[in-house]
């Protein structure tokens, strides 16, 4: 199968984790209908950082292609610049923030795979979680 990365394809999160994510392989594809895994490249605008998550049932790696930032793996801080990347097990809690002054760009690989819809809603619900803290 063949994939090519489409911005326009991209799930645009509001403040205060203002950042792309666009589904490239994701586990709702009808071209492949069993898969392990699925990707999506996200790109973080300058001071953007998402709160400290896990993922349950599931692996994230994390693959820095451009900018720089800091990824906190389990409560250790790691450099996240190109040519880095972070795994993040089962349970375990991570966090990275756009450091720098340009778009911070990662190839993210999910394991079970995710679909590009629960990709979009996990997302609004960081940003509302994020609102009723502020209130």
Not at 87 to 97: C, D, E, F, S
Request: glycine share 8%; net charge negative; with cysteine.
């Amino acid at each position: 199968m063949y994939y090519k990365y489409d911005p326009a394809n991209g799930i645009h999160v509001p403040e205060p984790f203002k950042r792309t994510m666009t589904p490239l392989f994701m586990g709702d594809d009808d071209k492949i209908k069993e898969t392990n895994f699925s990707v999506h490249f996200t790109e973080w605008e300058p001071g953007c950082e998402i709160d400290s998550h896990s993922h349950p049932a599931g692996m994230e790696a994390m693959y820095c292609m451009a900018g720089e930032g800091v990824a906190e793996i389990d409560g250790v801080e790691h450099e996240f610049v190109p040519g880095s990347m972070i795994v993040a097990p089962p349970g375990i809690q991570h966090k990275i923030k756009n450091t720098g002054k340009e778009l911070l760009r990662v190839f993210c690989i999910f394991s079970p795979p995710v679909t590009g819809e629960s990709l979009r809603q996990r997302a609004m619900e960081a940003v509302e979680a994020q609102s009723k803290k502020e209130e």
